[in-house]
Nanobody, 118 residues
Framework: VQLQASGGGLVQAGGSLRLSCAAS????????MGWFRQAPGKEREFVAR????????YYANSVKGRFTISRDNAENTVVLQMNSLKPEDTAVYYC????????????WGRGTLVTVSS
């Protein structure tokens, strides 16, 4: 599976951005998908994940109620809708895929930079 994230940019606090992750490979629908982020000088952290069917979704507490993850298996895409953005959301955002029964994420895309100005 190859992943490519897009949609990052510069936005003012309170604004919104929509990140997309395009996946290649015929088995995309079997993978759980996640979004992670890494702020300057900080470790990478979990943001959200969605099961292969979309029936199970989890969010980090820091984004709960503001971010929404979704997927379209027919289009091989995962979307992270980010609303009410805060300066502390500034980071490089990565999408990742996890194969069934795996604990770790197996595939990572190149990140997309999100910058939230105050």
């Amino acid at each position: 599976v190859q992943l490519q994230a897009s949609g990052g940019g510069l936005v003012q606090a309170g604004g919104s951005l929509r990140l997309s992750c395009a996946a290649s490979g015929r088995t995309f629908s079997r993978y759980s998908m996640g979004w992670f982020r890494q702020a300057p000088g900080k470790e990478r952290e979990f943001v959200a994940r969605i099961s292969w069917s979309g029936s199970s979704i989890y969010y980090a507490n820091s984004v709960k109620g503001r971010f929404t993850i979704s997927r379209d298996n027919a289009e091989n895409t995962v979307v992270l809708q980010m609303n009410s953005l805060k300066p502390e959301d500034t980071a490089v955002y990565y999408c990742a895929a996890r194969a069934p029964d795996d604990v770790e994420y197996d595939y990572w895309g190149r990140g997309t930079l999100v910058t939230v100005s105050s």
